[in-house]
């Protein structure tokens, strides 16, 4: 028996005999023990099924005692009957006027509340260790008494020696015959591996094209060809490897953009000069840079959060760095743990956007006064005037005015919103603010034939934003209405997860998949006509949710109507 059996087969199969053993005798013990308490449960039902007249009247007891104990001498099995203060009526074994008081006995205390109660320890009346059963007898549905049953352990016992005796005996010889196949199977083994031993080493230094030459038809001729198979299948696979991994580097190398590849252990596996300039430490190499060396704390924390998190996917980040702003991509690769990192120098689009939003907010801020002017003469002409034609002329400039003063209005409103909008909370009644909102859209919606549902589930008064929270109502229900020409539209305002919930939904002609996304753009309009409005109204739905830390759901399917589903956290009273 050489020193490698004897420590790597031998003393764990003995361990393993050991255990196996110990494990099937607990198991023994507990199936044992598991039977007797049955055989003690059947035997104490059908002494209740059988003297069930007797034991319900305690005045016939003593009629039983001679019966019971005779059934103990023949079965071994003590009975004992206890009322339900704990005194012992009678007992097989001991005289019941001698006996403590049992009503704290674990299993006549359970067998009180109306349970079949088992339980193992120790008499002190018969000084031994025995198991009980003990169940409650009823009269007309109460709890009249309890009949008990035992066994002495002694009994449990005997079935378990003779067992383990017997698995003593036969162990010993298994775990011999065990050691001597073991010792052949070893020489014979032995002898036959050595050679993939050989091959496997070759292989291992990638030298592929090593080969097993074996007789067919012996016991190792399958493995044989296995690794004959999978050697050919490694060296194809690791040219193809080889060729991808030099293209690969040939397409990173002709990307401009600065790029960095993360994996699993926090070192980037490649990165380029130009990542490496923006946000690595400059004395850190291109090649095997740590994941420690990146400077930028904004970059820096959202990595360190990603490698973290197994939730977390995909994040970008807007980052201003030497007067430029760049928007870094963060993308995690599901399967391979790598996480890949872009950044876009984003600047020239952060100035024309934020060129267009001062524009519109100067030109609606300046257009204020001359369309006040305009509107002010004109309604003060129209009245001076007695020529009908020149009146139907004024008539048309007001009418003109004030949509120019309502573009202006919506243009203020988004211009307060996308710039940093304060949030003013208030203790809120929505069922009235509701009813303040849908009111002249009721109208609107009766002169068009429509079904306007109103349904507001929400009892209670909730901190919020008001003026935000009517933004949000009048501009969903002002498109549902404008464009929905028959059928209903739907508001349902309620509470759901500790959130403000706004449903509103219409059988309007619906909105096509590709423009779904663009419907919050500011002037996006689906129909081009002039009656369409000025597309800022969901613009400014968006930015009012956003300001309210909510988020905004679309649902439509083109000739079947839309719906919008609008989820505002209510704010906790601090």
């Not at 003995?14 to 003690?40: C, P």
């Not at 099924?49 to 005692?65: A, C, G, I, M």
């Not at 120790?122 to 007309?140: D, G, N, Q, W």
């Not at 928007?327 to 024309?352: F, H, P, Q, Y």
Request: charged fraction near 30%.
């Amino acid at each position: 028996m050489t020193k490698r059996i004897l420590i790597f087969i031998v003393i764990p199969l003995l361990f393993l005999s050991l255990t196996l053993t110990t494990i099937a005798y607990r198991e023994l013990y507990r199936d044992s023990q598991d039977f007797h308490k049955k055989e003690l449960f059947d035997f104490a039902q059908a002494l209740s099924r059988n003297f069930s007249d007797v034991l319900r009247n305690p005045e016939k007891l003593r009629y039983l005692d001679s019966i019971f104990k005779e059934i103990d001498s023949k079965t071994g099995k003590r009975i004992t009957i206890v009322d339900t203060s704990g005194v012992v009526l009678l007992d097989t074994r001991e005289n019941p006027f001698h006996m403590d008081n049992h009503r704290w006995r674990p299993e006549i205390r359970q067998a009180l509340k109306g349970e079949t109660s088992f339980s193992f320890r120790f008499s002190h009346t018969v000084k031994t260790r025995m198991l009980y059963c003990a169940i409650p007898i009823y009269s007309e549905d109460k709890i009249v008494m309890v009949l008990r049953v035992s066994e002495p352990e002694s009994r449990l016992l005997s079935t378990l020696r003779r067992t383990r005796k017997n698995i003593l005996i036969t162990l010993p010889i298994i775990f011999i015959l065990s050691i001597i196949s073991l010792l052949i199977l070893d020489t014979l083994y032995r002898m036959e591996i050595n050679q993939f031993i050989n091959a496997f080493s070759k292989l291992s230094k990638n030298n592929f094209n090593v080969k097993i030459i074996r007789k067919p038809g012996d016991f190792l001729s399958t493995l044989t060809l296995y690794f004959n198979e999978m050697a050919e299948r490694l060296k194809h696979s690791f040219e193809q490897l080889a060729r991808r991994e030099a293209e690969m580097k040939s397409i990173l190398e002709s990307i401009q953009l600065p790029l960095g590849i993360l994996n699993e252990q926090k070192v980037f596996i490649y990165l380029n000069e130009e990542f490496r300039t923006l946000f690595m430490n400059p004395k850190s190499s291109i090649e095997g840079a740590n994941f420690e060396d990146i400077l930028d704390t904004q970059l820096y924390d959202t990595l360190r959060n990603i490698l973290k998190s197994d939730d977390i996917y995909y994040q970008d980040l807007l980052i201003r760095k030497e007067g430029k702003y760049l928007k870094v991509i963060i993308k995690k690769l599901e399967g391979v743990n790598r996480i890949v990192i872009t950044a876009m120098d984003i600047s020239d689009t952060i100035e024309k956007e934020r060129l267009k939003k001062d524009l519109i907010t100067y030109v609606s801020h300046d257009l204020r006064t001359p369309l006040t002017i305009i509107r002010g003469y004109a309604e003060t002409a129209l009245d001076e005037i007695r020529d009908e034609r020149v009146k139907n002329y004024i008539e048309k400039i007001l009418e003109g005015t004030q949509e120019l003063q309502v573009l202006v209005e919506k243009l203020n409103t988004l211009s307060k919103l996308e710039n940093v909008p304060e949030v003013d909370l208030k203790e809120v009644n929505l069922r009235e603010l509701v009813k303040s909102v849908v009111t002249p859209f009721e109208h609107q919606a009766k002169s068009k034939g429509l079904n306007l549902n109103v349904e507001v589930s929400l009892e209670k008064f909730v901190k919020t934003d008001p003026e935000k929270v009517k933004m949000i109502l009048v501009n969903l229900l002002d498109n549902a209405v404008k464009f929905t020409e028959k059928g209903e539209v739907k508001l349902f305002v309620g509470e759901k997860d500790e959130n403000i919930q706004i449903l509103v939904s219409d059988t309007g002609p619906g909105i096509p998949e590709d423009y779904v996304e663009k419907i919050f753009e500011r002037f996006f309009t689906l129909d081009k006509s002039r009656s369409a409005g000025f597309g800022l109204g969901l613009a400014i739905v968006k930015h009012a949710v956003k300001a309210l830390n909510g988020k905004i759901e679309v649902r439509s399917q083109l000739g079947s109507g839309t719906t919008f589903l609008i989820i505002i956290p209510i704010v906790k009273n601090s």
